[in-house]
């Protein structure tokens, strides 16, 4: 290496360090706000209080963190509000629906945000989405399902409970009558528990080990399919989503939504937070999801840690960005379907 070459190298290493140490300096005094797309007491709501719990001492400066609420169209306020309202300087971040930052390649008006413009600091976990109905109702798999009507409850445009249901519906040929304005999860589950709806599709399995495992060793619900790039190995049965359709056009559409699989529980920063920030966060949250003695508590909450990096999901929403037209357009057709 040159003179010069190294001279270079010194000064991007004196500039890296000087900007993490901007970045650690920030934060001290500081209370970060997480906004969480959903409602109290489902998944995202503890995962953010998880993180709210743990993450500040892996953070240079110790910030408070603090978690709000700001429910609403399967998390597409609180995205919007992040992307157009939220401070950027990297006191407010954000736990969304993955599916969400989709809705502008989709043509959603009311999407008003560039999901390749956020910082992505990285995921708890990915996940296996299950298409999940009710042992009162005389279904026990996808054929069955293309003969009976069946009743799943949703969040609304945009989310899981909405697209996949009625991505089945247009590829595959079931009968799923979608009801929607459930504000999160939870409430999906109490619909399913009490016999309002007799289905959940798009229902996340750490989230059913999480809140309902009892359902799944008793058998109160039946698994029809799996939205994911491969299947949950506890459930080698359940067929995936993707190898359903006839068409290849339609295996790429359910392969587009099941990509939601690996960004399922995204913590993000606004568009525009410094880049240092990013990174220093990035690495606070790598850190604190493979510390040892957190695992084990999220292991006794039933909460599943498999790290995926900031990077990692970046990377998914840019490549669904530059998706085939062709794809999209069947996405969307089913996306925008109510």
């Not at 190294?6 to 001290?28: K, T």
């Not at 790290?307 to 490549?319: A, F, H, Y």
């Amino acid at each position: 290496m040159g003179i010069k070459s190294v001279a270079a190298a010194l000064v991007s290493l004196v500039f890296l360090f000087g900007a993490q140490a901007r970045a650690a300096d920030f934060y001290e005094g500081k209370t970060i706000t997480i906004i969480v797309g959903f409602t109290p007491g489902g998944t995202y709501d503890q995962i953010a209080r998880f993180y709210a719990r743990h993450l500040p001492r892996f953070i240079t400066g110790k910030p408070t963190i603090i978690v709000q609420n700001m429910p609403g169209a399967a998390s597409l306020v609180a995205t919007v509000s992040l992307a157009n309202t939220a401070a950027r300087d990297g006191t407010v971040l954000g736990i969304i629906g993955g599916g969400t930052a989709m809705e502008p390649v989709l043509g959603n008006p009311q999407a008003r945000f560039d999901a390749r413009q956020f910082g992505w600091i990285g995921g708890k976990s990915g996940d296996h989405f299950m298409c999940a109905v009710s042992n009162r109702i005389p279904v026990a798999s996808i054929e069955d399902a293309k003969k009976r009507e069946i009743i799943v409850g949703s969040t609304g445009t945009g989310s899981r409970t909405m697209s996949f249901p009625v991505a089945l519906n247009e590829l595959v040929g079931t009968k799923f009558k979608v009801v929607s304005g459930y504000p999160g999860g939870n409430e999906i589950t109490l619909a399913l528990e009490k016999g309002e709806v007799e289905g959940y599709c798009g229902w996340a399995i750490s989230s059913i080990r999480q809140r309902s495992a009892d359902w799944i060793k008793q058998g109160k619900i039946r698994f029809l399919t799996q939205f994911a790039l491969s299947k949950n190995p506890d459930f080698p049965d359940v067929p995936l989503a993707m190898d359903l359709p006839a068409t290849e056009a339609g295996r790429r559409a359910i392969e587009f939504i099941s990509s939601d699989s690996i960004n399922a529980w995204p913590l993000i920063a606004p568009p525009g937070t410094p880049a240092e920030r990013v990174e220093l966060l990035r690495g606070a949250l790598d850190a604190m999801l493979r510390d040892r003695a957190i695992i084990a508590e999220a292991e006794r909450e039933g909460m599943d840690i498999d790290v995926i990096p900031g990077r990692d999901l970046e990377s998914v929403v840019r490549r669904l960005y530059a998706s085939p037209p062709e794809v999209v357009a069947l996405v969307r057709k089913f996306s925008e379907a109510r």
